[in-house]
């Protein structure tokens, strides 16, 4: 016959922590025993069964008050996003010519949406737009536009830290002051590209909605001028 100290003895920790889980409720019985258990803290004396589980529901409590803070912060920068690229869109659609259009979207990009520095690629000129600090002219067929060949093609905008031809065609003598770029395809048209002094604004992985949406409402604002 198998005495109770033998028992005892062969039931480990793991058993007790096991059985405990599978009968939340058991406590409830023996409240006794509830207040005598005693749990060790990482940083003082021990405590009782009750004010740990009250410090771990606090801690719980600042993790969702941490995480509701960060995510009203997000949905307020969303909002902002949103407010500035349909501000965007009423603005290129108001414009007369494609080089108005043009003009716009960089002087956008440059002030409501802070960008350090704004660079247009087109492949093909538009008329009344003459090549300057923030213009390029660059035909697909140039072998200076090989590097950005399946972005053009992919039509994926591209955040983070470019490659350095692509970092030093965009930017030619400004390079050393972006840090971060993020850089909009537009097949057919051409590349905008926004950068930023800040190494950390735009970083892989981060979304591209709102830059998608700038993209297609200039591409569309462009198009009422083919022909």
Known sequence: ?????????????????????????????????????????????????????????????????????????????????????????????KQGTAADTVRAMAASLAEDFNGDRVSIVLLQPVAGLEESEWLQVIPADNPHMAPFRDCLRDGEPICGRLQPEKHVLLYGARAEDVASSALLPLPGIGLVAVGSRDGNRFYPGMGTLFLRMMGDTLVTALKRFDG
Not at 8 to 26: M, N, Q, S
Not at 38 to 51: E, N
Not at 75 to 91: F, I, P
Request: net charge neutral; hydrophobic share 45%; proline share 4%.
């Open 1 to 93: 016959m198998v005495s109770m100290s033998e028992t005892l003895e062969k039931l480990g920790a793991h058993d007790v922590a096991a059985w405990l889980r599978r009968h939340p409720t058991f406590l409830k019985q023996f409240p006794d025993l509830a207040l005598s258990l005693v749990v060790p803290r990482d940083d003082g004396p021990t405590a009782s069964l009750a004010s740990y589980q009250l410090e771990v529901l606090r801690d719980k409590n600042r993790e969702l008050s941490r995480r509701l803070t960060d995510l009203f912060a997000n949905a307020q920068e969303n909002e902002r996003l949103a407010v500035r690229t349909h501000q965007l869109a009423l603005t290129l659609m």
